[in-house]
């Protein structure tokens, strides 16, 4: 297991599954489209951190740490640095909850993929943000850093628009 925000379990309960067969990672056919291309942006970033790539993490970030902070930076951090994927297979992603276009909850469960060839299933909730037409699922960014960021960003835009008059 990681201890990340994005891949970090709440329950200690785990249901065994018994079919035995990969599961398809990109089925989401019950999902409208917004709430698929949210599902397997979670999955490709946790796949691309099976493999020690940790940039699908720094891609689910607010823009006002990665418009500072290079990924080399980011990749340094104590909560980053340690993370890595063990035995969790994928994420089965359902049961959005949307508010006003900008946050949603999303339930989802972790699938494990035991060396027996079985798997088991822990549950969970992520809340995700909708920042600059991108959703996103920070681990170590917070939103109240980005309406900061964004207000100081349209302060700026205004004082450069009453200059130009």
Known sequence: FIFLSLVSCSSDKTEIVDDSSDL???????LNPEEQK????????????RYDDKSGLYELEFSYYTDENSYDEYI???????AQMDSIHHLNVF???FYDDDSADV????????????HSTVKDMFRLYKSHDRWVKPTVTRIQHQLEY?????KAIKAAEEENQ
Do not use: M, P, W
Request: hydrophobic share 35%; proline share 0%; no cysteine.
């Open 95 to 97: 049961d959005f909850i």
């Open 76 to 82: 340094k951090r104590g909560e980053i640095i340690y």
């Open 150 to 154: 964004d207000y100081k960003i349209e």
């Open 107 to 118: 339930n989802i469960e972790y699938v494990f993929k035991s060396s027996a060839g079985g």
């Open 24 to 30: 398809d990672t990109n089925h989401y056919s019950h």
């Open 38 to 49: 949210i599902a397997n942006q979670l999955n490709e970033a946790l796949q691309r951190l």
